[in-house]
């Protein structure tokens, strides 16, 4: 694997039986209370619910932002809006893979002026991602703040970039992969694995 | 789908599969998006050099492909027939390795020879991209009408598509040809038999000298350029006759059913191939391809210029 970056790594391919190697982390449940109380953080921390952008990184992220745009309904009684943010023109890995996974559509709601647009992505490694992601967001416009929502940070960053919103911090060795696996998204129940080398 | 590219170049549309072809198109969503943000540019390309290569002369697809290259931050540099070393007698393979050793990463190169794009793509490390080559293929073009299709009417299979005109020496054509029959469309070639040999039916398309009985029964008609400077008089005896055989006139314009798609690769000839009022109506998508074509050519160098080689 060229990238570094668990994002984009789809794993190593994984049948019915659970590799020896692959350790749960998050079930379903672990997963829907992170979420829950994530969504509670976003409401406790942003005054103006109607300014905030829940705008998630295919494809998980996507899922993720949806999920806890569903919570703060279900808890507040009010929308909030939801945008999908591609990464992948804004990489700075370009050239150095030998293949491309296909790029999809950016969709943010605009203007974005005044508005707060809360990146949201499965795993926080790297960072890289997330730079990626904000460099694509200011050529949407200059929104009044970004913030970052993660349902996992497992360490290891390359870039002065931090998470405003946790699922559940984990540490990691490099080798390590997380893998998470969404049920919509996936096809498999909902989990976070850690798998070893 | 599959989902993943693995191209360096993009040569033609024969030896594309069905999923290369639908993964560019979908590739395309994105970088057509990319045309409404507030910066219009992202940095995709960002350090990498291309460059335009046109031996044969271009407007359209060089500032298109020129256009697109700014959009994704690649540096350009632009070099035409008229200047380059070929008139001091440089064979084009030398020329090419000479691009090559000033490090350009991306060589899109127009030919007045089929095969052209192929010979450098085989030689070099530089992803090759074929702007049209003699009249082999235009790839690009061939995917900005799919593009346009597929946007306007939702899909391309079963879709029956007409395409009319100097079809013998048209790469238009056959790029058109390649994908359409590849994605399920069914197709029917129009014009004078000089232009439109019986050969064309091996690519399993039909073929008919008669515009009149098609036109009712068409999803799309294609119509290609009469193409002045490759013709010699004897495919056909005027432009006037071919007009009053083959041309989209406002009359003929009629048998048209309602939804179906007018398109034109351009440069237009007005009155020619097409009747100005036809040419501007409201089933004419004309110059949706022209926008279709620059997101479509930043696909395509995001994709072949964005591999490892």
Same mark, same amino acid.
């Given at each position: 694997?060229?990238?570094?970056?668990?994002?984009?790594?789809?794993?190593?391919?994984?049948?019915?039986?659970?590799?020896?190697?692959?350790?749960?982390?998050?079930?379903?449940?672990?997963?829907?209370?992170?979420?829950?109380?994530?969504?509670?953080?976003?409401?406790?921390?942003?005054?103006?619910?109607?300014?905030?952008?829940?705008?998630?990184?295919?494809?998980?992220?996507?899922?993720?932002?949806?999920?806890?745009?569903?919570?703060?309904?279900?808890?507040?009684?009010?929308?909030?809006?939801?945008?999908?943010?591609?990464?992948?023109?804004?990489?700075?890995?370009?050239?150095?893979?030998?293949?491309?996974?296909?790029?999809?559509?950016?969709?943010?709601?605009?203007?974005?002026?005044?508005?707060?647009?809360?990146?949201?992505?499965?795993?926080?490694?790297?960072?890289?991602?997330?730079?990626?992601?904000?460099?694509?967001?200011?050529?949407?416009?200059?929104?009044?703040?970004?913030?970052?929502?993660?349902?996992?940070?497992?360490?290891?960053?390359?870039?002065?970039?931090?998470?405003?919103?946790?699922?559940?911090?984990?540490?990691?060795?490099?080798?390590?992969?997380?893998?998470?696996?969404?049920?919509?998204?996936?096809?498999?129940?909902?989990?976070?694995?850690?798998?070893?080398? | 789908?599959?989902?993943?590219?693995?191209?360096?170049?993009?040569?033609?549309?024969?030896?594309?599969? =069905?999923?290369?072809?639908?993964?560019?198109?979908?590739?395309?969503?994105?970088?057509?998006?990319?045309?409404?943000?507030?910066?219009?540019?992202?940095?995709?390309?960002?350090?990498?050099?291309?460059?335009?290569?046109?031996?044969?002369?271009?407007?359209?697809?060089?500032?298109?492909?020129?256009?697109?290259?700014?959009?994704?931050?690649?540096?350009?540099?632009?070099?035409?027939?008229?200047?380059?070393?070929?008139?001091?007698?440089?064979?084009?393979?030398?020329?090419?390795?000479?691009?090559?050793?000033?490090?350009?990463?991306?060589?899109?190169?127009?030919?007045?020879?089929?095969?052209?794009?192929?010979?450098?793509?085989?030689?070099?490390?530089?992803?090759?991209?074929?702007?049209?080559?003699?009249?082999?293929?235009?790839?690009?073009?061939?995917?900005?009408?799919?593009?346009?299709?597929?946007?306007? /009417?939702?899909?391309?299979?079963?879709?029956?598509? =007409?395409?009319?005109?100097?079809?013998?020496?048209?790469?238009?054509?056959?790029?058109?040809?390649?994908?359409?029959?590849?994605?399920?469309?069914?197709?029917?070639?129009?014009?004078?038999?000089?232009?439109?040999? /019986?050969?064309?039916?091996?690519?399993?398309?039909?073929?008919?000298?008669?515009?009149?009985? =098609?036109?009712?029964?068409?999803?799309?008609?294609?119509?290609? /350029?009469?193409?002045?400077?490759?013709?010699?008089?004897?495919?056909?005896?005027?432009?006037?006759?071919?007009?009053?055989?083959?041309?989209?006139?406002?009359?003929?314009?009629?048998?048209?059913?309602?939804?179906?798609?007018?398109?034109?690769?351009?440069?237009?000839? /007005?009155?020619?191939?097409?009747?100005?009022?036809?040419?501007?109506?409201?089933?004419?998508?004309?110059?949706?391809?022209?926008?279709?074509?620059?997101?479509?050519?930043?696909?395509?160098?995001?994709?072949?210029?964005?591999?490892?080689?």
């Amino acid at each position: 694997m060229l990238m570094n970056d668990t994002k984009h790594n789809t794993g190593p391919a994984r049948t019915n039986a659970t590799p020896p190697a692959s350790v749960p982390v998050m079930d379903a449940d672990a997963i829907r209370r992170a979420l829950q109380r994530i969504a509670h953080e976003i409401v406790e921390r942003n005054s103006e619910l109607k300014a905030i952008v829940l705008a998630g990184i295919p494809s998980r992220g996507v899922e993720i932002a949806r999920r806890i745009a569903e919570f703060v309904r279900a808890g507040e009684k009010m929308d909030v809006e939801t945008g999908v943010i591609d990464v992948a023109m804004h990489r700075d890995d370009v050239g150095t893979r030998a293949e491309l996974p296909v790029v999809r559509e950016s969709k943010l709601p605009l203007p974005l002026e005044q508005r707060t647009v809360i990146i949201v992505d499965d795993v926080l490694f790297t960072g890289r991602t997330v730079r990626a992601a904000m460099d694509a967001i200011s050529s949407f416009g200059r929104p009044a703040r970004i913030q970052l929502a993660v349902l996992v940070d497992r360490g290891h960053r390359e870039l002065p970039i931090r998470a405003d919103y946790v699922g559940k911090n984990l540490p990691t060795a490099t080798r390590e992969q997380i893998q998470v696996r969404l049920a919509n998204v996936d096809n498999e129940p909902d989990a976070v694995w850690l798998l070893k080398e | 789908m599959s989902t993943r590219w693995t191209r360096k170049d993009l040569l033609g549309l024969r030896e594309l599969s =069905v999923d290369e072809i639908n993964f560019i198109l979908e590739t395309t969503d994105a970088f057509k998006q990319v045309g409404t943000r507030e910066i219009k540019k992202v940095p995709a390309l960002r350090g990498k050099t291309l460059i335009n290569f046109f031996v044969e002369p271009s407007t359209r697809t060089h500032t298109s492909f020129e256009l697109a290259a700014h959009r994704l931050s690649a540096d350009i540099i632009n070099i035409a027939a008229s200047s380059s070393s070929l008139t001091k007698g440089e064979t084009l393979k030398d020329t090419a390795r000479n691009l090559e050793a000033l490090h350009a990463d991306i060589l899109v190169l127009r030919h007045s020879s089929a095969g052209a794009p192929q010979f450098l793509a085989q030689r070099l490390k530089s992803s090759v991209i074929n702007a049209g080559d003699g009249a082999h293929e235009h790839p690009t073009q061939g995917l900005l009408d799919l593009y346009t299709i597929r946007e306007k /009417r939702g899909r391309i299979e079963n879709l029956h598509v =007409v395409i009319v005109g100097d079809i013998l020496f048209s790469r238009v054509a056959r790029s058109n040809i390649f994908a359409l029959t590849k994605l399920g469309a069914r197709v029917t070639l129009v014009g004078p038999s000089t232009l439109v040999p /019986r050969e064309f039916e091996k690519l399993g398309v039909a073929i008919s000298h008669r515009i009149d009985t =098609v036109l009712p029964e068409a999803d799309v008609v294609n119509l290609l /350029r009469i193409q002045h400077e490759r013709q010699r008089k004897e495919y056909f005896p005027s432009t006037g006759e071919y007009t009053a055989l083959f041309g989209l006139t406002k009359k003929r314009a009629k048998l048209l059913k309602p939804d179906c798609l007018i398109m034109h690769p351009g440069p237009i000839n /007005r009155g020619v191939e097409i009747d100005s009022d036809v040419a501007d109506g409201l089933q004419s998508v004309i110059l949706d391809q022209v926008t279709n074509g620059l997101a479509i050519r930043m696909a395509v160098l995001y994709l072949c210029g964005g591999i490892a080689t």
